[in-house]
């Protein structure tokens, strides 16, 4: 069975990510270039450092919050979040 | 500062893989789509499981080992692994 692997990218090729779906769920490995982004979400978004750091302003939140690798943060849906990046990070995202 | 990711792709597209360099060194993330493959590597790879699971016979082993979310595998340099990918799944790559 040939299952093809949809790549997206965003903030003009700054950020990439492969789609995947298994037992966890529905989810997206990515790659986010030095820089700074601002995420909106459609579901809920379990995100979790898989190497580097992401520093991250929560919705409702007024404190920027480093995360590292094998953190994880949780975003709800229809929010809107922004991500510092200082150095190139992996992320796995798990949408629910 | 703009820095192109990049994105490769093997087996007939059903291994996806973006790199990233960060303090952590040399790395890709990426998915295996389910099927078999048959890597080779250059350098030492530290293959850690990011979501899913990877069934592997590593160098010099008769046995397959299966290797969950978490868990990590070392395999050194000109060496060729196999791997059995039972359900789609994401996986870090770090090279030294």
Redesign the interface.
């Known amino acids: ?5 949809t ?1 997206n990218s965003y903030f ?13 769920g529905t ?1 997206t ?3 986010m ?2 820089g700074e982004y601002e995420f909106g979400t459609s579901q809920r978004e379990y995100m979790t450092v ?3 750091s992401l520093t991250v302003k929560l919705p409702l939140e007024n404190e920027w919050k480093t995360f590292i ?1 094998g953190d994880l943060f949780i975003v709800e849906a229809n929010q809107v979040f922004q991500v510092k990046v200082t ?4 992320y ?1 995202c ?1 949408y629910e």
Do not use: F, P, W
């Not at 069975?1 to 692997?5: F, G, H, I, V, Y």
């Not at 090729?13 to 966890?24: C, F, G």
């Open positions: 069975m040939s299952t093809a692997l790549v003009n090729d700054q950020v990439k990510s492969i789609a995947l779906e298994n037992a966890e989810s490995v990515g790659v270039a030095v898989v190497s580097g690798k150095e190139t990070t992996a796995l798990r």
